[in-house]
């Protein structure tokens, strides 16, 4: 039985969900039963996933670029925690301070930035050939390499923020009674730091992977057209070649992926941490 | 665990940061299987001594000495020694038994001699059968022993205690402080100690050592203390002391006799301050009785009765008097000789070894 006072304060939060229902909720469930009526009504769609080449393929793209970035992101976004975690306030608010202005700037901005410098007249090509270490340039962007490193670029902020914050929490004395029980720096790390972390480093991981799952514009930029994750396939499906039904049928796909990852992240850790829900 | 005490000499050690020092020039002995507290309030230096003792903290100047070694560029990891953390810093992450088992993993031993290590350990502290718990589900006091049992395992030549009984409330305190004071003449290991608690470090402590301002004020052992403070911050901070100021009138035999407006005090004394100077004598509220009519001794005070307290097993009584302010004297209440009533006349009385002369040492800061 629901007690009076709880009523109330889900009605609080009833006009918020009517509106979500109304203007967000609905309409996605009605884009994504366009995958069981188009072309012809039934499971067509889905068996294109067992059966059609170019679907796999753009599927393991897909996955292989965002376990390559969710596994270089949370490296360096690690590291990068790692550091600041241990640095003093002051110094804390600087580096914090510079891991979130890249966040500031359009993806788009940054993109282009990236084409810059790494494309074949790039200045990190002209450079190697100027240094004399290559004679030709190196094919930087516009395949996966590029993709690779503009989402890098994009999401280790996003690593670094819930890392950062599970190794905040983290008792500075729980290391030094670690030291004055006589574990050097490696043991510390390995069997105090790490485990204590590895909530945020689950976290992020999540986050990040989820990200790069639907990630659109940096891989369109970057891939140049050649190398497709599902985003950019699924627009030029359904803008391009109007095919309604294949194309809404690869977002359901993408959003049952993340919603199953999520339900399997919740298992192993208590989502209220990674939110910054209230309470300790 | 076998008996293996070893002596640890501070020599000379001050810590200072920028223009602030914590700790100026203290030099200080442990001896083998010794039981020494460092007492002081907070900002008094006393865990900044024990961070360098544990080689947390990097001194300024002087050295410390374990058997005679000096080991003061020796990093923590390597000095070998057992600590109990403020707030005990188990590992969380860890069951009871893995926490103790980690600093024998890190020393590489085998898995037999590890768990036998282990067993025992918990076995001297009573948690034998908790081996399997997080820390989070035990108490403050279980915790506090497992901390114990972590930074005992690996036989430390010495055991460091950073107010290892100040999370935990009053009952359980003293339940814990005699079992810590079991536990050290168990294994007969040398302890230092770190607390703000008079109480603990008076029943505790082998020897006590008082700091104030980074500075080392008076050691001892706990008795000697309290009965001969050096100094008026000594006298204060352990127990409470009324304070008589006065100056030197006369040399005695065995004494001398201050005076203080038409008060004339005695105090036993080796040795007499010339006549003229300033004394400040400490005496403590017990050491003094209320007189019956009639009735003598040896130093003789009236006074009103301003204020007073039941405390159970004692009277506590704020005593007006005209020429040293405020008394406070203490009586058991089982033989009380009076019923105190605010503003009743009574003489009070002590003899002449009952107060201790000190130095005055207070400045008005430092006044609580």
Known sequence: MMRRQDVGWWLLILPAFLLMTAFYVAPIAQVLAISFTEPTPGLGNYERLFTSESVQRVIVTTLRICVITTSLSLLLGYVLSYRIALASPSAQRWWILAVLVPLWISVLVRAFAWVTLLRRQGLVNETLIGTGLISEPLALVWNEFGIVVGMVHYMVPYAVLPMLASMREIDPRLLAAARGLGANRLTIFGRIFLPLSLPGLLAAGVLVFIFTLGFYITPALLGGGKTLMVAEWIGLQILDLLRWGLGTMMATVLVVAILVTLAIFSRLVDMKRVFGGGGA | ?368
Request: hydrophobic share 45%; net charge negative; aromatic share 6%.
């Open chain 2, 1 to 368: 665990m076998s008996a293996a005490g070893h002596a640890l000499a501070l020599r000379g050690l001050s810590k200072r940061y920028g223009s602030f020092t914590a700790v100026a020039d203290v030099s200080l002995d442990v001896g083998q299987g010794e039981f020494l507290t460092l007492l002081g309030p907070s900002g008094s230096g006393k865990t900044t001594i024990l961070m360098c003792i544990a080689g947390f903290v990097e001194p300024s100047e002087g050295a410390i000495l374990l058997d005679g070694r000096d080991i003061t560029a020796l990093p923590p990891e390597r000095r070998d020694f057992g600590m109990v953390f403020q707030g005990y810093a188990l590992f969380p992450h860890m069951t009871v038994a893995e926490n103790v088992a980690f600093p024998l993993r890190v020393r590489k031993l085998g898995a037999a001699e590890r768990e036998a290590k282990v067993r025992a350990a918990l076995d001297l502290v009573q948690l034998s059968a908790f081996g399997e718990r997080l820390p989070r589900q035990l108490s403050g006091g279980q915790q506090q022993r497992v901390a114990l049992a972590r930074a005992l395992v690996f036989e430390p030549a010495l055991l460091l205690l950073d107010e290892p009984l100040s999370a935990l409330d009053k009952k359980l305190r003293a339940e814990l402080q005699d079992e810590l004071k079991a536990l050290h003449r168990r294994i007969g290991r040398t302890f230092v100690n770190v607390t703000h608690d008079q109480e603990e470090a008076l029943s505790l402590s082998d020897r006590v050592a008082i700091l104030n301002h980074g500075r080392l004020i008076q050691q001892g052992a706990p008795a000697e203390l309290y009965e001969r403070p050096v100094t008026r911050f000594v006298a204060d901070f352990l127990g409470k002391s009324n304070f008589l100021a006065g100056t030197v009138q006369e040399a005695l035999e065995g004494g001398f006799a201050i005076g203080a407006g038409a008060t004339r005090i005695l105090q036993a004394a080796t040795s007499t301050p010339p006549i003229g100077t300033p004394v400040l004598l400490s005496l403590r509220p017990e050491k003094m009785a209320l007189l019956a009519e009639g009735e003598t001794a040896e130093n003789a005070v009236a006074g009103t009765i301003a204020g007073w307290s039941y405390l159970g097993a004692g009277y506590a009584l704020n005593v007006a008097t005209p020429d040293f302010g405020t008394l406070r004297v203490t009586l058991p209440t089982w033989n009380a000789p009076i019923a105190p009533r605010e503003g009743l006349e009574v003489r009070l009385g002590w003899s002449s070894a009952a107060s201790v002369p000190v130095l005055d040492d207070v400045s008005p800061d430092d006044a609580a």
